[in-house]
Structure formats: C-alpha cells, structure tokens
C-alpha cells in the first residue's frame, strides 16, 4: 500500500474529515508514538485530559483510507504493516544525493526532480508541521543543487536547468541555487544564458536588499562580462 | 467577544559567504493562520528582521492584517 504525503490525502482529505493531522503526523515520525506524545503535539495548548479526549475524538472521525492505513491500540499509534509513504523516499532520495557514492541511475529523473519541487504540507500551520515542512525544504534545497551537479557532470543539461531553476524558485535570494544554474549553463557551453541567469540575479538582489552578488558568484561569468 | 486567532512567523535565516552583509533572513508570517501566510519578505540586516518581529507582534496584538 502506498500513501503519497505530498498532494493526496494527508494533503487534504484529513483537514476535511476532521482528523486533525494524526495520518500525516505518524507518516511524518514514521514509527510507533505513545497517545500522550501525539495528544499532546497535535492539541499543545490543551490539558493532558483534554488532549487525549481529542485524541479519542479526532480517532473516531478518520475516514475510510485513514482506517487503513493507522494501526491504533491502547497504548499507541502507528503506520499499518506495508503502509509506504513518499516522504520516506523522498528523503532517502536527498540523502543519496548529498552523499557521494551513495546515488542511483534513477535518482537522476524527472520524477526526483519533481520530487524536490514540492513543499510538504503547505497550508498547513499547526507547530509540529510547520517544523517538518521547514526541515524538508532545507533537504530538498540541498538536494536539488546536489542533483543539478550531478545531472551537469552526466552532461544533462535540460534537466540540470530543471533542477537549478527548481532551487532558485523555491528560495530566489539564496546564492548557492544562482550559482548552480550559472555552472550549468557554462558547462554546456550557453555563455550568454550564463550571463542573462548572473543578471537576474543581481539585479534582484539589488531590488530587494540592495547589495551585490559575492565575488564567488561573479567570479564564475568574470570572463563573460564587458570591460 | 472578538474571536481568539493565532498568529504565526517563520524565519529561516542563513549566511551568504563572501557578502557585504552576510545575513539573510526570509520571513514568512501572518496574524491569524486561519487565513494563510500574509506576506513574505527577505531581510539582511538583524535590526530590520527585529523591527519585523516587533511590528508583527503589534499586528497580532491590534488583530491586524499586515500591511
């Protein structure tokens, strides 16, 4: 069985059957949770009493795919036996491709570097979520600078370009995801893209922090640019 | 009775290396999560990023959208 944390129904179904995030966050801890641990995460600011009557609440509310797939007993909770969640690829997919040697043929795709264009639960605001989505966005981030180098160096430009555009979208003031999509169009020779990708870069820098882009940054289109 | 409602801000902050002013710090935030992130903005200076905490701060105090 597999369940997709990213735009299924730990996406949206739960919110809309009033279960109140407890498939997504067994998805997320990926392992057994006492009902204390839970209560208390998903109700913080209620009484340890009142906590776990919501527990017992938001339990008896699931819907029929959410039966399936959280094994409940009297103690804990946790993801049914053969459940598989993509969050749990997916961040085995970041850390293959941010540890040398450790990569597969398949990580190189158009499914990873979809993948790392998706945030986790976006509207989503409760604390326990907030931190996980935050934890995820830095590992895709890393992850997808790592795979367009990688995808560089296969000589895969296109998908290299992919990879590093995804990077500077999802955050457009980070240097590193600039730089990555300027060496990927040095690499396949493109200067003048190369160029035009340096310049947007600073000229968006400019407008929104006013400041100029690192001399390592400007070092890699030094050659490129006029006197 | 106004309704409770909850406000919330993230900051993710890192170091650019090599910069003249080294922080970025990116804020996201709204005054009352049941209506989504407000606003989102970049800042590199740590005086600005507190002046944004302390405005947001009055926001959410007054129940007012930021601007």
Redesign the interface.
């Known amino acids: 069985m597999r369940e997709a944390i990213f735009d299924s129904f730990l996406k949206r179904a739960d919110r809309e059957a009033g279960g109140e995030g407890c498939a997504q966050f067994l998805a997320l801890r990926d392992r057994a949770v006492t009902r204390t641990a839970i209560a208390g995460t998903l109700w913080p600011e209620a009484s340890e009493e009142h906590a776990h009557a919501s527990l017992r609440s938001a339990l008896s509310r699931l819907n029929e795919i959410e039966r399936t797939v959280v094994r409940v007993t009297f103690q804990d909770l946790s993801l049914a036996d053969g459940v598989s969640i993509d969050i749990r690829d997916a961040r085995l997919l970041t850390h293959r491709l941010l540890n040398p040697g450790t990569g597969r043929d398949s990580d190189l795709s158009d499914q990873a570097i979809a993948t790392l264009s998706v945030d986790l639960l976006p509207?989503w605001?409760d604390e326990w979520a907030?931190v996980e989505a935050?934890d995820w966005?830095q590992l895709r981030l890393h992850a997808l600078d790592a795979l367009a180098e990688r995808l560089t160096a296969a000589g895969r430009y296109a998908d290299a370009t992919s990879a590093a555009l995804a990077a500077v979208k999802a955050?457009p003031?980070?240097?590193t995801a600039h730089a990555a999509l300027v060496r990927v169009y040095l690499a396949e020779g493109n200067r003048a893209e190369a160029l035009s990708a340096f310049e947007h870069y600073r000229a968006l820098l400019r407008a929104?922090?006013d400041?100029?882009?690192?001399?390592?940054i400007q070092a890699l289109v030094k050659d490129l640019q006029q006197p | 009775m106004p309704l409770d409602h909850t406000g919330l801000l993230i900051i993710r902050a890192w170091v650019e290396q090599g910069s003249s002013k080294r922080l970025r710090a990116r804020i996201r935030l709204t005054t009352d999560v049941a209506a989504g992130f407000a606003s989102e903005t970049t800042l590199a200076d740590v005086n600005a990023v507190s002046a944004a905490v302390e405005a947001w701060l009055q926001d959410v105090l007054l129940n007012r959208r930021p601007p």
């Open positions: 509207d605001y907030v935050e966005r955050e003031l980070r240097e929104e922090l400041l100029e882009p690192t001399s390592l």
